[in-house]
């Protein structure tokens, strides 16, 4: 899986992830990648999701352990371009009642206004 980390607006942060975000390998890049938005005092976050060809158990997981760190810290998470499948998984687990979605980043990021 591929992070590619920009700024959106001056105190937004996205993660545009591609490929597969499943347990294992890229589940602690995802991790990794938090740590290091949090060390570096970063409270606005958006996941862009619309590259994401697989989400398990375990990549679902790891978003909401990313939300719930981001919520104890301050800040909030956003999920965007979230499709098909992943858009499923959110909700069958009922994940979508408190991650939020957007079409877009652009659009998630107006969100935090």
Known sequence: MLINKKELKPGIIVLELSGPLQMGVEC?????????????????VIVDLSNVT????????????CFSRLKTAGGLLRLAGTTGMIDGVLKLAHADQFLKAYPTALEAAESFY
């Open 28 to 44: 602690k890049q995802l991790e990794l990648a938090f740590d290091q938005l949090l060390s570096d005092n970063h409270r606005h």
């Open 54 to 65: 697989k989400l398990d158990s375990g990549g679902l997981g790891k978003l909401v352990n």
